[in-house]
T-cell receptor, first 115, second 116 residues
């Protein structure tokens, strides 16, 4: 079975542009979470979606948005890119809505570089 | 506020040595969950273990073992007879059952280098 898949693998953008990152969860998983991981740090929670609704949001500006589709795949959108948005963006899926107890399964991430 | 501290930024040992990665957490909740994840150079985070706050039994899985001590708010991870393939960044994470986001709070990670 395929794991969590993310696309693209790498992306280079310039300041002010916008970007869309995509994630396909493990088949049967209905919850998707997004994390930002800056080099040398642990991941920071951005969003959680379950059954196509936002269920949690981390401390990120409104430039960050996301959505989940009927097939449970998800997109993360970032507008007006800043140099500080350069990071590895990780998507994680789990079968049920995150209740704190479930291990999440992570994709390989999208490495976003802002020039 | 919840917090996870991994004081060891980087550890380097020779293959076959035992190594312990430290994790100290802070939480006001009585019900919480602790996790360890491994992140190899490829970037994917690999789930290793989950422990809830009511289960203080230590766990062993092959060469991996975990020591959970509520009295010291620690959840340490030991690799016995380390191998080069164990080289990775290891993260400890905390999740509180009462949190509205049920998000994981991550430590900064410990980079483990196993030299042949």
């Amino acid at each position: 079975d395929a794991g969590v898949t993310q696309s693209p693998t790498h992306l280079i953008k310039t300041r002010g542009q916008h970007v869309t990152l995509r994630c396909s969860p493990i088949s049967g998983h209905k919850s998707v979470s997004w994390y930002q991981q800056v080099l040398g740090q642990g991941p920071q929670f951005i969003f959680q979606y379950y059954e196509k609704e936002e269920r949690g949001r981390g401390n990120f500006p409104d430039r960050f948005s996301a959505r989940q589709f009927p097939n449970y795949s998800s997109e993360l959108n970032v507008n007006a890119l800043l140099l500080g948005d350069s990071a590895l963006y990780l998507c994680a899926s789990s079968f049920r809505r995150q209740d704190g107890n479930q291990p999440q399964h992570f994709g390989d991430g999208t490495r976003l570089s802002i020039l | 506020a919840q917090k996870v501290t991994q004081a060891q930024t980087e550890i380097s040992v020779v293959e076959k040595e035992d190594v312990t990665l430290d994790c100290v957490y802070e939480t006001r909740d009585t019900t919480y969950y602790l996790f360890w994840y491994k992140q190899p150079p490829s970037g994917e985070l690999v789930f290793l273990i989950r422990r809830n706050s009511f289960d203080e039994q230590n766990e062993i899985s092959g060469r991996y073992s975990w020591n959970f001590q509520k009295s010291t708010s620690s959840f340490n991870f030991t690799i016995t007879a380390s191998q080069v393939v164990d080289s990775a960044v290891y993260f400890c994470a905390l999740s509180e059952a009462s949190g509205s986001n049920y998000q994981l709070i991550w430590g900064a990670g410990t980079k483990l280098i196993i030299k042949p």
